[in-house]
C-alpha cells in the first residue's frame, strides 16, 4: 500500500477545515463519541477544550520541577500509548498536543520566572533564565518529539488531516 503524502501547504486542505474550529460549542461535545468533528489545526489549538481528552491528560500535565517534569511526561506518554493500542487518533493528537504544552509553559517560565513575556505596553521582557525550569522544558522536549515520530501517529495524522481537516 502505498504511504499517503504529506500536506504541508494551508493552501492543500479545504479552508474551513485548516485549522481548529473554535466556534463549536465544546463543552457539549463528546469528541470521542463524534471524533469526525476533530481537527488537528496547528500547535496546541483547542488543547484546553476538547473533552473527554481535556480532563484525562490535563491532571497529569505539571512542570514546576524536573522530577515532576518527568512523572508528568510518562503518563502523558503512557495515555498516548493507551489511546494508540486504542485506535483514538484525536486521544493520541490530544496528548501529543499537551507534550508540546508542556514544554512551551516550562519554557516560558524557563525565560521569565514570573511567566509574564510582555510588559504593561507590549514590550517583550528581558529573559531571566531559570535553569530549572528550562531542565523541565529539555524534558518535555524530548518527550513531545517522540510522540511527533511515532510510525503510526505520523500516519494517522496524514490520513486525518486528509479526511477531516
Known sequence: MQKPRR?????N?????????????YRHL?????????????GEEGVLLVEPYKSEILPSLRFKTPDE?????R??????????????FVGMDMARKFMQMGFTRA???????????????????????D???ALSAAIF???????????????LKIMWRAAFG
Request: a positive charge; zero cysteines; proline letters at 2%.
Open 7 to 11: 500536506l504541508t501547504h494551508a493552501r
Open 13 to 25: 486542505r479545504n479552508k474551513e477545515t485548516k485549522f481548529f474550529d473554535y466556534r463549536r460549542d
Open 30 to 42: 463528546d469528541l470521542r463519541k463524534n471524533p469526525e468533528l476533530y481537527r488537528v489545526g496547528r
Open 69 to 73: 517534569a518527568r512523572r508528568s511526561s
Open 75 to 88: 503518563a502523558i506518554a503512557a495515555l498516548f500509548a493507551k489511546y494508540k493500542s486504542d485506535e483514538d
Open 107 to 129: 519554557r516560558r517560565y524557563a525565560n521569565h520566572k514570573s511567566g509574564r513575556k510582555y510588559d504593561a505596553d507590549f514590550r517583550v521582557l528581558p529573559k531571566d533564565e
Open 131 to 133: 535553569k530549572v525550569k
Open 141 to 155: 522536549f524530548a518527550e513531545w518529539q517522540k510522540l511527533e515520530r511515532d510510525a503510526v501517529y505520523a500516519d
